[in-house]
């Protein structure tokens, strides 16, 4: 799909396209900073209303099946277009893309040190906590997106943050008691 497409899809004017995107790239970028935007804002405003570390890893993955679930086209875009090599992007979109993702994220992340600090959360670097945290909500939700429907996003949302906090609690209890 060329950016012709794209505009004729979006109903939008050749000048407005061409004034606001230098290119494919720039409007998959835009659009990449305002889902990643809409929903570390969903998540952090319910992860920060937390107090325990149990509350906050819960909520976090809670709120992300909340968000996706509740905006299913915008997250099938997250994800398809994160899944491509570099999102298809090249240096210097990807680096745009990571320092906003770094933006929206500083929320949580800062919710999250104290309790961190006091050794309640394991003091992992963020993408690590992403990946044991959110991991197999990412992937059950990726393939609800495709069309599992025995994934049903209500019966995620009772079962992941519970599997999200046994995995931290069990993997930090092991590693601070051995």
Known sequence: MGI??????????PSSVYHLFEDKEAIMLALLVEVFDALFEHCARRVCA??????????????????????AAEGRFMYQATSLDGAGLGASARR???????RGLAPIVDHL????????????PVALFDVVVLG?????????LSGA?????????????T????SVRDVWVRSTTA
């Open 50 to 71: 937390t107090e325990a570390a149990e509350q906050a890893v819960k909520t976090l993955v809670d709120s992300h099946i909340e968000w996706i679930s509740t905006h």
């Open 113 to 124: 040190a104290p309790m961190m600090a006091r050794r309640e959360l394991p003091p992992w």
């Open 4 to 13: 012709e497409d794209i505009r004729r899809e979006a109903g939008a004017s």
């Open 163 to 166: 599997v999200a906090w046994q």
């Open 136 to 144: 197999p909500a990412h992937e059950a939700l990726r393939r609800w």
């Open 96 to 102: 745009t893309l990571v320092e906003s993702k770094a």
């Open 149 to 161: 429907s025995e994934l049903d996003p209500t019966m995620l949302r009772e079962l992941l943050p």
